[in-house]
C-alpha cells in the first residue's frame, strides 16, 4: 500500500516539474523569435561598415591607426560572452571550456565578462577580470554593445591588452549553435571578398570628406561597437535557442517517467487488489 | 524637369530606416551641410548630429540623426547613422525630458561633480535639443 502513496506523491511531483520546464521552453521560444528577428535587423547596417571599412582600407594608401596596428603580444584580452542563467543546455558549459583551454595556467591573460555565468566561473579559477557586464536583460540595445566596446577600446589603447578575442556564440538554428572566437583588436584587415557583397562592390576613387583618415578614424570605433553588438544579438539568440531544446527535452522525458510510472502504479494497484480478494476468498473458504 | 532619382538607405545597427528613391538628400556633414543628387561622384564623409533631409517631387521628409557616414557609391547613397529618427515619431515630452535631464547633468559637472561626464551629458543635450526643434517644425 505504501507503495502506492509514493508513486502516486512521485508523479505528481515530476508533473509540476514537467509544467514548468514546458512554460520555460514556450517562453524561450517566444524570446527566441524576437532575438533572432533583431539578428536579421543587424545585419545590413554590419554589412555595409564592412563594406565601406574594406573600401576605405583599399583607397588609403599606409593606413595608420591605433587600433589597426599590430603590436608585440604580451598580454591578451578575452571578451567572453555568456549568459546570465543558467537552464540553458550546454551553452554556458561549450563557451566557458573553450576560452578556459585557452587561458588556464596562463599570468599573461584577463577578462571582460559579459554574463553572469562566465564571471562566476572565471572568479572561481581566480583569472584577472578587467570589467564585468552582468545583468543586460533580454533586450539587447546599441547603447549596451557601444559601452562595452568603449571600455575593451580604452584598455586596447592604454596598452593593457596587445591583443583582443571576442568569443560568442554563433547561432545557427535552435539545435544548433557553435561557441567561435575571432580576434576583434587589433583589427584584421579585411578581406576582399567581404568588400563585394553588401552591392556596392569595390568602388571607384573616392572623395573624403574631412579626410580619409578622419573617416578611418571615426569609423573603426563603430566597427568595434557593431562586431560586439552582433556577438551580443548572436549569443542572446542561441541562448534562447539552447534553453529551447533542452527545456523541449526535459518536458519528453518527465513524460516517459509519468508514463512508467503509472504503469508501475497500475500494476501496484492491480496487485494490492488480487490480494485483496485471495483473502477475502481464503476467509470465505476458511468458513465454508 | 524631371529629375533623375537614386536609391537612399538609411540604416541603423538596430533597422534599416530608410530605403527608396530619392531626388535629393540633403545631409549634416562635418564640414558643412551637404546635398545630393543624382549622378554625383563617389564619395564617403563623416556625418554630423543634425536633420537629414531626402524627398522626390517637392516632398521632403526630414530624419534626425546622431552622426554617422555617407557614402555615395554606383549611383546609390548609403547612410550608417549611429541612430536616427523619423521626425514625425518623435516623442516630444520624451525628448523634453530628455533635454532637462542632460541640462541637470551639465550644471553638476559645472559645480565640480567630477563623476558627471560633461561631453556626454553635453552630445545628450544636442540630440535632446535637434528633436525638439526639429519635432516642433513638424507641426
Known amino acids: ?288 | 524637369m524631371a529629375n533623375q532619382t537614386y536609391l537612399l538607405e538609411v540604416v541603423t545597427p538596430e533597422r534599416v530606416v530608410v530605403n527608396e528613391e530619392v531626388e535629393v538628400t540633403s545631409a549634416p556633414g562635418t564640414e558643412g551641410s551637404l546635398g545630393i543628387l543624382a549622378d554625383h561622384a563617389p564619395m564617403l564623409t563623416a556625418l554630423n548630429i543634425g536633420l537629414l533631409e531626402y524627398g522626390k517631387h517637392g516632398e521632403n521628409k526630414k530624419l534626425t540623426i546622431t552622426g554617422g557616414f555617407l557614402e555615395v557609391a554606383n549611383n546609390k547613397v548609403t547612410v550608417l547613422a549611429t541612430a536616427a529618427e523619423k521626425v514625425q515619431e518623435i516623442d516630444l515630452s520624451r525628448a523634453e525630458a530628455a533635454r532637462r535631464r542632460a541640462e541637470q547633468r551639465i550644471e553638476k559637472a559645472q559645480t565640480g561633480n567630477s563623476e558627471v561626464d560633461i561631453d556626454r551629458a553635453e552630445m545628450a543635450l544636442k540630440r535632446a535639443l535637434l528633436r525638439l526643434e526639429a519635432a516642433k517644425h513638424n507641426q
Do not use: W
Open chain 1, 1 to 288: 500500500m505504501a507503495g502506492m502513496r509514493d508513486i502516486k506523491r512521485r508523479i505528481r511531483s515530476i508533473k509540476s516539474t514537467q509544467q514548468i520546464t514546458k512554460a520555460m521552453k514556450m517562453v524561450a521560444a517566444a524570446k527566441l523569435r524576437r532575438a533572432q528577428e533583431k539578428v536579421t535587423q543587424a545585419r545590413p547596417y554590419a554589412k555595409r561598415v564592412q563594406g565601406v571599412l574594406s573600401r576605405l582600407v583599399a583607397a588609403v594608401q599606409d593606413v595608420n591607426h591605433p587600433l589597426l596596428e599590430t603590436r608585440d603580444v604580451k598580454h591578451t584580452g578575452y571578451v567572453i560572452v555568456t549568459a546570465d542563467r543558467g537552464l540553458c543546455g550546454g551553452y554556458n558549459g561549450n563557451i566557458i571550456r573553450k576560452v578556459h583551454q585557452d587561458v588556464k595556467g596562463r599570468n599573461d591573460v584577463s577578462l571582460v565578462c559579459v554574463g553572469r555565468k562566465g564571471r562566476d566561473f572565471f572568479r572561481r579559477t581566480g583569472k584577472k577580470i578587467e570589467a564585468e557586464y552582468v545583468g543586460l536583460g533580454e533586450d539587447i540595445t546599441y547603447a549596451m554593445a557601444k559601452e562595452i566596446a568603449g571600455k575593451v577600446m580604452a584598455l586596447y589603447q592604454e596598452g593593457v591588452f596587445d591583443k583582443v578575442e571576442l568569443v560568442f556564440t554563433e547561432f545557427f538554428s535552435a539545435l544548433t549553435q557553435k561557441p567561435i572566437q575571432m580576434q576583434l583588436l587589433p583589427i584584421p584587415s579585411p578581406s576582399g571578398e567581404a568588400a563585394g557583397d553588401d552591392g556596392n562592390g569595390v568602388g571607384p576613387l573616392y572623395e573624403f570628406e574631412p579626410s580619409a583618415e578622419a573617416v578611418l578614424s571615426e569609423l573603426l570605433p563603430r566597427y568595434v561597437e557593431n562586431q560586439i553588438y552582433r556577438a551580443l544579438l548572436e549569443s542572446k539568440a542561441s541562448e534562447q535557442g539552447a534553453r529551447m531544446t533542452a527545456m523541449g527535452s526535459a518536458t519528453d522525458n518527465a513524460k516517459e517517467m509519468i508514463d512508467k510510472l503509472t504503469l508501475s502504479f497500475n500494476r501496484a494497484r492491480q496487485a494490492a487488489i488480487t490480494k485483496e480478494i485471495s483473502e477475502v476468498v481464503g476467509g470465505a473458504a476458511a468458513l465454508g
